[in-house]
């Protein structure tokens, strides 16, 4: 199977519903997961884009979290009333700005944006 050239990693940890710090599950990740998958699929970049369930981010108080490689950025407070907007956005390697809640340093070799 192919390298992608992007990765949306989606956090699908679940924890009990009293737990101080959230989950990214208890907010309806994993229907995102399913969501996305399809809009990538809908869209024909299924093969350059791949949607992948993930364990803990640590971003657990601003989920559902979602990180979007290379352009190392995550998305905070994700519902499915976002997936079309990632969706459009990967497809031409763009970030929904208004998502975003961390940007971090940019690969080794690439100059930050
Ligand atoms: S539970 Fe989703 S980022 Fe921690």
């Known amino acids: 199977m192919p390298h992608r ?7 699908t940890n679940r924890r009990p519903d009293d737990h101080p710090k959230g989950s990214c ?3 309806g990740s994993e229907e995102l997961v399913k969501a996305l ?6 869209r024909g970049i299924a093969g350059r ?10 971003l657990c108080e601003i989920g559902a979290a979602v990180v979007q490689e290379p352009e190392h950025v995550a998305y905070g407070n994700v519902t499915l009333g976002d997936v ?15 998502l975003v809640v961390h ?7 690439r100059s930050g944006a």
């Open 5 to 11: 050239e992007r990765y949306l990693f989606l956090c």
């Open 25 to 27: 599950a208890a907010k």
């Open 37 to 42: 998958k399809g809009a990538l699929l809908a």
């Open 49 to 58: 884009v791949r949607a992948c369930s993930s364990s803990c981010l640590d």
């Open 84 to 98: 079309n907007d990632i969706a459009d956005a990967v497809a031409k390697g763009e970030v929904v700005e208004r």
């Open 103 to 109: 940007r971090g340093p940019p690969p080794a070799g």
